[in-house]
């Protein structure tokens, strides 16, 4: 296997977490008696660019279906993160009418619905049918389709270059990530701006968060290497700010090489330095964290085994990608874990990959009284305290599956 950036032949192991099913490849109850297929899912590292990257085992197209499960807009928090970057962004911009703000994977709508209440028009690019259709229904113009090079260049002709291109938690979904970055390049119109979220590999490495992998992430991203990127697909990314999303994410500004206002700031060289100085570009910083990982399936197999042996019933909050890489990994069954819930009703009624365990409404954590819920999607842990503060009623405590601590 190459470095699917910069082609270095690759054999640095950063994570094996053996074989598992696409982590949205959720089963339907005449499912359970066939097979499923699993990919395996190892991390290698770049020793020349740094970049962590999943070899492609299973083709985006078919990860990114139309029958694909995850919904944006079934989480308030992040609803709130989309609302407050437009209402911050479209005025520091100086976009109205006559502009054009792109989201590349627009998914539901989450984030455009919001540039249309400004009266600024917004295209999506969204590959998957469900949530296309989704947007649709919500007046969201929305291309379903992969975006690269080609789309780009189709777009481009047709005058529709864009003054702000958003992608929120893309850029590692893509395979060919120079054919991605590429695209971006000839989608932006003259003093464009883009802004790319994405995790941040270094807050991956530091607070062990390996249940952020998945075959849907191609690639786990430092600020270091997606500079590395973007200068040699045209672009200069100038500033970069940290957020608390999804564990901790950057937020990258970049425009087109030899804009004037790409001016690097003081905020992306403090960031640079973070990173150099914790040795992210040197391959030592990228080994023994497999041991790290082992450590915490221990833990979580020894909290299943200590509360079945007690007669304690565990159930499980959010049929999160994240959740299924964790339980997977674990080899968590329906017997340690009897069901999972979840707010979005496109996954209730539906089973888990790998581990099959039954997806229900939020109403059952009530109607069944577990004494400790596994919150799976860690990163929203205070939307879901919120939402069943009324396990309390019975003793009921909370474990955010990052720290395997119990909380009140």
Known sequence: MNCRFCNTPLSQVFLDLGAAPPSNS??????????????????????????????????????FSSD???????????????????????????????????????NDG?????????????LGIEPTGSTAAAARQKGIETLEEFFGVELATRLAAEGRRADLIVGNNVLAHVPNINNFVGGLRIALAPGGLI??????????????????????HFSYLSLGTVRRIFAANGLCVFDAEELPTHGGSLRIHARAQ????AVETARLAELLRMEIGAGMQTMHYYQGFQDRVERI????????????????????????????????????????????CD???????????????????????????PDFVLILPWNIKEEIKAQLAFIREWGGRFIPTNTMSVEP
């Open 297 to 340: 399936k221990a833990e979580l197999l020894g909290f299943l085994a200590e509360q079945t042996l007690a007669r304690k019933k565990v159930a499980a909050y959010g049929a999160a990608a994240k959740g299924n890489t964790l339980l997977n990994f674990c080899g968590v069954k329906p017997g340690q874990v009897p069901f999972v």
């Open 26 to 63: 959720f089963l339907k109850q005449e499912e359970l008696n066939g097979p499923e297929v699993y990919y395996p899912l190892k991390l290698y590292t770049c020793p020349d660019c740094f970049l962590v990257q999943v070899d492609e085992m299973k083709r985006s197209s078919e990860i």
């Open 195 to 216: 802004n790319m979220e994405f995790p941040h590999l270094y807050r991956l490495v530091e607070s062990c968060q390996f249940d952020t992998v998945y075959h849907e």
């Open 343 to 369: 707010a979005s009703p496109h996954k209730q009624g539906l089973f888990l990959p790998g581990s099959r365990i039954p997806v229900r409404h939020p109403d059952a954590i009530r109607q069944e009284k």
């Open 110 to 122: 989450y984030l455009l619905q919001y540039v249309r209440e400004h009266g600024v028009p917004a």
């Open 68 to 106: 694909y499960v995850y919904f944006s807009s079934f989480s308030s928090t992040w609803l709130a993160h989309a609302k407050a970057y437009v209402e911050a962004t479209l005025p520091r911009l100086g976009l109205g009418k006559d502009s054009l703000v792109m989201e590349i994977a627009s």
């Open 258 to 261: 030899g804009d004037p206002l």
